[in-house]
């Protein structure tokens, strides 16, 4: 290329060839005609001298040296020299200087001149070159289109010129590598002042692309491949691209990979794979597929839609320290904050659970657990699986008052049953506490009989125990709503939980009834009275004190006073019961029933009662028993005489 | 002059220290037997429960009448006619312009006294003693009954040891074959009567060996629909067949319990002091069974009652007349020495 330029400033400098001074570049082998006189450059040292031929006379010249022609009244200065270059400026001197072009002394030929190759292609051509002029050293170069490389070979290696006797001739090749864009590049041979006009027509690569099968049936929700086949007419990297409907995704793969752009050399096969969405409805779409200039419509036909079906998440949750399923796991997915479904796992640690399609928070979390927080996406009518695996935590306890809230009488101690219990992964102390009413006394202790108290315990990992939370009243305590607190710290953690006790102080209640009698005779028909005296033993008052008798049936049985509205505590009722056996009772042993009635407490007893026929009966009998004995006697006497 | 031999003979029995001693063992034995029962209903009180009624403690107090009853009875009579042989009294009485058939019915006038005398004395008592005790008696008609009924057994008694004593040289005799008529009534004729039901019956129908080894295989638990029908079959036809052999059975022992004055006076006591007593007819035995609780049974009138027992009595009535004519064709045929 430089030598390209130095050539023209060469040529753009003829005009100038009249003034006194000429500065001139010269290549090696290049002859320049100066006024008539040869001036040609045989070859450069490297030591910068430079060998000129002048009318056929060699001079031997270094930087500043020159060659006279008096008679031409000319002289050659040697300037600068360049040996890399093989180029050395000369100072020509001399009145009216005219410059001419030395006629070409060799002729390059070749037979076929133009070629044809494809993109990146190499084309070969057979040049012969013939020395018409003086034996001599001829260099050769090649002039090349942007970005296209050439070589000049002979004998098998590459060449930089030839040395040709006078009238003698050669051959070698120009070698080609012809760039990408089609089109005819002109590619030109040059030596000294001949040169050669060679043409390489870079032809276009056609590309083909084609599929299988151009239509497939495909589920709403699934995705759909489609076997690509490309073919080339030559060596060409494309770009891939397939369009879509809205929503949809389409991907090339080649092996495993997913790839953007294919370098193809004749052809190759792809993979192009499809997503439709899970809400597509049913109908025909297009997808245009184009690998650089080549393009196929393919179609895919929606043959079910899943379209306001919701999408199914099947979950599976195990502990992931024993690697077994976790039950009553509590699953829950989220969507912007919100819980859209919530479940609770299986014994077999499954849940499954239901949502409109979308992206999702899927928090798993169970107590004594570290929770989980995963990103999932449902699909519409279709299955998505997740394994989760959950870690306890290292200390966690659970601590549970049976029944917190009470209700107790007066005098007496309330014991309220608790468990704690060790869930965490580590064995743990815990200190327990109870912040009791004003006044108020307050155990916690392992056995509710005992009043030995316990301000820690400590529970192995999973262990559970029971303890007793006891609070006494002071003496002085008044009826009414009581609260206290029970407080326990873990160790390990250092985590409190604290359980409200309430209490309600009543007062209590207590009945008994005395009957003034437990046995009784009653004639038969006849009333007989019987007191029955009736204690409330409790603190508060009773109300509605009535007695209830149960008696046979046909007896009469009347109670007064009928009822009592209230007796206070430690009070006494007295009751009179008026029984009457009915006239036809049997004579014999009866039992009735009396029961002290109040709206709070009842007690009841038995009395005894024993029914004679009227006295007569007995009497009679007697009676009856003397007069035979006495009729027996008479009739002894009277007969029982000799 | 019946009359003077009856007051005589009379006389002697209230005067005989064994009248005294037996009938006081009696009266002794029902008393205490009264009293027990006493004791037993204060400790078996049932609140609210009706008492016990008269026929279920009579019941109990008849096995005592019964059988100690039938002994004084018996001790009455066997020595009427040999003692008079052994004090040489007879012909003394004979002596006398009196006819031989005035003689024996004066004894038998004179015990009949006598017995009434212990009956009526027994029946005050032990009415007393209930009323004491504070049993509800709801029907002193059938008490009275019960108590004619005690009479009427009493008197075959006597005149059956009258009867072997006309026949007897010695009171010792007499004594001994009237003992063991007695018992002989009371209990052999019972297993006589098996045996000889259990020869006139027949065979007892046996289980046909089919039947056997269907039963066998529907025991192991594999027998099929079809054999469970034959089964059914078999075995219906064979308890129809035991059925009728029981029948034929019974009606055989009921005679033989027939002529069993004892088991005459438990059955005819059992429809005489219960008013819901029922007359059985399959069997030749009745149940003694009185169930006062059950008020579906229908309550049957004294008449009716004892129409239940027409054979009993029948027999009872037909024992004293044999006995009766045994003991007067005895002691008028006698030689008196």
Redesign the interface.
């Known amino acids: 290329m430089k030598r390209l330029a130095s050539f023209l400033v060469f040529l753009l400098l003829l005009p100038l060839a009249k003034a006194d001074t000429v500065f001139l570049n010269l290549y090696i082998g290049d002859t320049v005609d100066v006024n008539g006189v040869s001036v040609h450059l045989v070859d450069i040292s490297n030591d910068y001298s430079a060998m000129l031929s002048v009318n056929g006379q060699n001079y031997l010249l270094v930087f500043g040296g020159n060659v006279s022609i008096p008679d031409r009244n000319l002289t050659i200065y040697l300037g600068s020299v360049y040996p890399e270059k093989r180029l050395v400026h000369l100072i020509l001197e001399g009145p009216e200087l005219k410059l001419k072009k030395a006629r070409g002394s060799v002729e390059l030929r070749t037979t076929f001149p133009s070629r044809v190759t494809p993109p990146g292609g190499s084309v070969s051509f057979t040049i012969t070159v013939k020395n018409l002029g003086e034996d001599g050293f001829y260099p050769l170069r090649l002039k090349l289109p942007m970005g296209w490389e050439g070589k000049l070979l002979a004998e098998g290696s590459e060449i930089a010129g030839v040395y040709l006797g006078r009238g003698e001739s050669a051959s070698f090749n120009v070698v080609v590598r012809a760039g990408k864009v089609p089109g005819d590049y002109p590619v030109v041979v040059m030596t000294g002042e001949s040169s050669l006009r060679l043409t390489v027509h870079v032809e276009r690569v056609e590309v083909s692309l084609s599929a299988d099968y151009p239509e497939k049936e495909v589920e709403a929700g699934r995705s759909v491949n489609f076997r690509i086949h490309l073919s080339s007419t030559g060596e060409v990297t494309l770009p891939l691209s397939a369009r879509v409907p809205e929503g949809w995704s389409a991907r090339f793969i080649a092996g495993s990979d997913v790839v953007r752009m294919i370098h193809l050399k004749e052809r190759a096969e792809l993979l192009l794979s499809v997503s439709v969405p899970s809400d597509a409805p049913v109908g025909r779409y297009a997808i245009n597929v184009s690998a650089g200039e080549a393009h196929e419509t393919l179609y895919a036909y929606v043959n079910r839609t899943h379209a306001g079906e919701n999408g199914t998440l099947s979950l599976r949750v195990f502990d992931e320290e024993s690697g077994s399923f976790l039950p009553g796991v509590t699953v829950a997915l989220y969507r912007g904050g919100k819980p859209v479904a919530e479940a609770k796992t299986l014994s077999d640690g499954s849940a499954v659970l239901q949502a409109p399609e979308g992206d999702y928070t899927l928090k798993v979390s169970k107590e004594a657990y570290r929770e989980v927080e995963r990103r999932v996406h449902l699909s519409a009518g279709s299955k998505t699986e997740e394994t989760i695996g959950l870690t306890r935590l290292p200390y966690y306890f659970v601590l549970q008052v049976q029944a917190p809230s009470k209700s107790a009488t007066l005098g007496e101690t309330i014991t309220y049953e608790f468990t704690l219990r060790n869930l965490g992964l580590n064995d743990d102390e815990y200190h327990l506490s109870i912040v009791p009413p004003e006044g108020w006394g307050a155990i916690v202790t392992e056995n509710p009989e005992s009043r030995q108290g316990i301000t820690s315990t400590y529970l192995k990992s999973g262990e559970e125990k029971r303890l007793y939370a006891v609070l006494i009243p002071p003496d002085s305590v008044k009826l009414g709503n009581y609260t206290a607190t029970l407080r326990v710290e873990s160790s390990g953690s250092g985590e409190i939980r604290t359980s409200r006790l309430t209490v309600s102080l009543t007062g209590s209640y207590g009945i008994t009834l005395v009957p003034e009698r437990y046995s009784l005779e009653v004639n038969a028909g006849k009333e007989k009275a019987l007191r029955v005296r009736v204690k409330n033993t409790g603190t508060s008052p009773l109300t509605n004190v009535e007695l209830k008798v149960n008696a ?1 049936e046909g007896w009469t049985v009347k109670v007064s006073p009928g009822k009592v509205a209230s007796l206070g505590g430690g009070d006494w009722a007295t009751f009179t019961v008026r029984v009457t056996p009915p006239a036809n009772a ?7 029933n009396v029961e002290a009635v109040s709206d709070q407490k009842k007690a009841s007893d ?1 009395i ?1 009662i024993t029914v ?2 009227a006295g007569t ?2 009497y ?10 006495i ?2 006697a008479i ?2 006497r009277k ?4 | 002059m019946i009359g003077a031999i009856a007051g005589k003979e009379f006389r002697d029995y209230l005067t005989g220290r064994r009248f005294l001693i037996i009938f006081s063992f009696l009266l002794a034995t029902i008393t205490l037997s009264l009293i027990q029962t006493k004791m037993g209903l204060e400790s078996w009180n049932v609140p609210g429960s009706e008492g016990p009624k008269m026929y279920d403690i009579m019941f109990g107090l008849s096995f005592y009448l019964g059988f100690i009853g039938a002994i004084f009875a018996l001790s009455l009579g066997f020595d009427a006619v040999t003692r008079e042989h052994e004090d040489r009294t007879l012909k003394v009485l004979m002596g006398h312009p009196v006819f031989r058939d005035q003689v024996i019915l004066g004894k038998l006038l004179g015990g009949a006294l006598t017995l009434g005398v212990a009956v009526a004395v027994t029946a005050l008592i032990t009415t007393g003693m209930l009323l004491w005790i504070g049993v509800t008696i709801d029907d002193y008609l059938r008490l009275f009954t019960y108590f004619l009924l005690i009479y009427l057994y009493l008197m075959t008694f006597f005149t059956m040891a009258v009867a072997f004593s006309a026949h007897s040289k010695s009171s010792g005799n007499a004594l001994m074959y009237s003992l063991v008529m007695f018992l002989a009534l009371m209990t052999i004729l019972m297993p006589i009567g098996s045996i000889v039901a259990h020869k006139l019956a027949g065979p007892k129908p046996e289980m046909p060996d089919e039947l056997k080894a269907l039963q066998e295989q529907m025991m192991q638990g594999n027998a099929s629909m079809e054999e469970m029908q034959k089964y059914q079959t078999l075995m219906d036809e064979y308890q129809n067949q035991t059925e009728k052999w029981f029948k034929r059975y019974w009606k055989i022992q009921e005679y033989f319990q027939m002529f069993s004055p004892e088991n005459d006076f438990t059955t005819i006591t059992n429809y005489v002091l219960n008013p819901y007593a029922e007359k059985s007819e399959e069997q030749g035995m009745a149940y003694m069974v009185a169930n006062p609780g059950e008020n579906e049974k229908p309550k049957h009138s004294l008449m009716e009652s004892l129409s239940f027992a027409e054979k009993e009595l029948a027999v009872l009535v037909g024992y004293l007349v044999l006995w009766f004519v045994v003991a007067y064709l005895g002691f008028v045929r006698a030689e008196i020495r």
């Open positions: 046979p049997d004579a014999g042993d009866y039992v009735i038995r005894r004679e026929r009966g007995k009679a009998g007697i009676g009856i028993i003397l007069g035979s004995l009729l027996l009739i002894l007969y029982g005489r000799r």
